[in-house]
Nanobody, 124 residues
Framework: ELVESGGGLVQSGGSMRLSCTAS????????VGWFRQAPGKEREGISC????????YYVDSVKGRFTVARDNDRKTVYLQMTNLKPEDEGTYFCAAPAYDNECVPLVLSRYHMWGQGTQVAISS
């Protein structure tokens, strides 16, 4: 099981850090993807980090503002979000594929283990 934390309410332009930890297994051997689901919209992949070489990926809408990183000592993957915009609002999920050590392609069908999500709200 994956567990996200760190969501909440933040002002537009502010920053927030989300965390993803694993229960029952060690997260450092898995790639981890971050997905976002805005109200009324489909869940989309926004960033990920591979386990093979730590390479990262970002969709254009968050590139330059979000940073994904892993702390293997703490068995945690972080998503640091800066300059948050109203369109960043939604439920954020972390996920891991069961059979690969690359995080891309960042599509839902490749990711088999999911957290329950954490809510991020942006106030203007």
């Amino acid at each position: 099981e994956l567990v996200e934390s760190g969501g909440g309410l933040v002002q537009s332009g502010g920053s927030m850090r989300l965390s993803c930890t694993a229960s029952g297994f060690t997260l450092d051997i898995y790639p981890v993807g971050w997905f976002r689901q805005a109200p009324g919209k489909e869940r989309e992949g926004i960033s990920c980090i591979s386990s093979s070489d730590g390479s990262t990926y970002y969709v254009d809408s968050v590139k330059g503002r979000f940073t994904v990183a892993r702390d293997n000592d703490r068995k945690t993957v972080y998503l640091q979000m800066t300059n948050l915009k109203p369109e960043d609002e939604g439920t954020y999920f972390c996920a891991a594929p069961a059979y690969d050590n690359e995080c891309v392609p960042l599509v839902l069908s490749r990711y088999h283990m999911w957290g329950q999500g954490t809510q991020v709200a942006i106030s203007s």
